[in-house]
């Protein structure tokens, strides 16, 4: 996944999250969904911190970031 895909699904995971909040029954099950929520949104923040890196890993983290600009996807 992308960065943006990190994110939008972050997005997707929080709303069924809070969804479930509000039903006596969904409490545990909202937990997980926001957990879930909470490790997209880190690996989005991850990758669009990486985006901006310079120096010797920064090809490594534009291929993690799957932007594109890296050695892996043949740019160079």
């Not at 972050?10 to 809070?18: G, K, Q």
């Not at 409490?27 to 929520?37: D, E, K, N, Y």
């Amino acid at each position: 996944m992308t960065g943006p895909e990190h994110y939008r699904r972050a997005e997707e995971l929080a709303a069924e999250a809070h969804r479930l909040l509000g039903r006596e029954d969904g409490q545990a099950t909202a937990g997980v969904w926001a957990a879930a929520a909470q490790a997209h949104a880190v690996l989005a923040l991850a990758a669009a911190t990486a985006v901006g890196a310079s120096g010797a890993d920064s090809r490594a983290w534009a291929d993690a970031a799957g932007t594109g600009f890296g050695s892996a996807r043949g740019d160079h």
